[in-house]
T-cell receptor, first 113, second 109 residues
Framework: AAGVIQSPRHLIKEKRETATLKCYPI?????VYWYQQGPGQDPQFLIS???????DKGSIPDRFSAQQFSDYHSELNMSSLELGDSALYFC????????????FGQGTRLTVV | KQEVTQIPAALSVPEGENLVLNCSFT??????LQWFRQDPGKGLTSLLL?????REQTSGRLNASLDKSSGRSTLYIAASQPGDSATYLC????????FGKGNQVVVIP
């Protein structure tokens, strides 16, 4: 069965650079979520989209932005990167805004040096 | 704000024993509760989803119960195997998911 696909899997950036993470949800899923998991931490919700519109916003820094495109894939843009942004970034998708099972991608490991 | 607590934080059991992992949450107005498995540095694998109207779900050796009124869920893993060693995360949600810090499990051969 198709799963959530994230790219790239690993990314190394320098401080103050910009990074773009991509997410391709499971076909026919209409909701995409982004989570950040710091070392030894539980995943923290960043932002979600339902039918290409932002549906919920969590603890996402102003330096980050995201969008969902017409083909339902989503991108998380991160600017002015800081050392503290080093983390695993997960994308998840579901159907009907969380009323069904959420499936997570394998994550993008971002390292800021 | 939803608070999710998982007890115990870590446990080791000999192979063959049953595992009991506990999760509690503060806000019972949830759509559903999910249990995930995470291996070190890896992604989150969904194990079971319990919708708010359900009391339990079963998949193979896994059984999860949900008591919304008391804000609790329990994950049972029968006849544990070394391959069950991982961190198990409980998450509850209304759209966004709020995660606990996980139960880190080691099954000793």
């Amino acid at each position: 069965a198709a799963g959530v696909i994230q790219s790239p899997r690993h990314l190394i950036k320098e401080k103050r650079e910009t990074a773009t993470l991509k997410c391709y949800p499971i076909p026919r899923h209409d909701t995409v979520y982004w989570y950040q998991q710091g070392p030894g931490q539980d995943p923290q919700f960043l932002i979600s989209f339902y039918e290409k519109m932002q549906s919920d916003k969590g603890s996402i820094p102003d330096r980050f932005s995201a969008q969902q495109f017409s083909d339902y894939h989503s991108e998380l843009n991160m600017s002015s990167l800081e050392l503290g942004d080093s983390a695993l970034y997960f994308c998840a998708s579901s159907f009907r805004q969380g009323r069904t099972e959420a499936f997570f991608g394998q994550g993008t490991r971002l390292t800021v040096v | 704000k939803q608070e999710v607590t998982q007890i115990p934080a870590a446990l080791s059991v000999p192979e063959g024993e049953n595992l009991v992992l506990n999760c509690s949450f503060t806000d019972s107005a949830i759509y559903n509760l999910q249990w995930f498995r995470q291996d070190p540095g890896k992604g989150l694998t969904s194990l079971l989803l319990i919708q708010s109207s359900q009391r339990e779900q079963t998949s193979g050796r896994l059984n999860a119960s949900l008591d919304k009124s008391s804000g609790r869920s329990t994950l049972y893993i029968a006849a544990s195997q070394p391959g069950d060693s991982a961190t198990y995360l409980c998450a509850v949600g209304n759209n966004r998911l709020a995660f606990g810090k996980g139960n880190q499990v080691v099954v000793i051969p």
